[in-house]
């Protein structure tokens, strides 16, 4: 069976920094893309952020220069290291993978609550 798994979540101060795991199993997922979406409450999901298979990453204006995505191909894993974070980062994350569409969203993992306190 084919899932993401994410972690890392939690409750952060504004200026504070979290990293986020999301372990892929049951497939290889080295060439295919992976994302970092989030929702906040009574929002859309929006793009966080999302590597190509490559190594090319793209992410929404709100998170550049505070967030980044890196991929280990070895451990099927992406992350999302997350600095300087703001209240209105507060959401869920979910981990995203695919190789049909881009961004990525073929395949999502459960979601991880973060949460940014003022």
């Known amino acids: 069976q084919v899932q993401l798994v994410e972690s890392g979540g939690g409750l952060v101060q504004a200026g504070g920094s979290l990293r986020l795991s999301c372990a892929a199993s049951g497939s290889n997922f080295s060439r295919n893309a992976m994302g970092w979406y989030r929702q906040a409450p009574g929002k859309q999901r929006v793009l966080v952020a999302a590597?190509?298979?490559?190594?090319?990453?793209t992410y929404a204006v709100s998170v550049r220069g505070r967030f980044t995505i890196t991929k280990d191909n070895a451990k099927n894993t992406v992350y999302l290291q997350m600095n300087s974070l703001k209240p209105e980062d507060t959401a869920v994350y979910y981990c995203a993978a695919g190789d049909r569409l881009w961004p990525p969203r073929d395949l999502w993992g459960q979601g991880t609550q973060v949460t940014v306190s003022s």
């Open positions: 590597v190509t298979g490559g190594g090319s990453t």
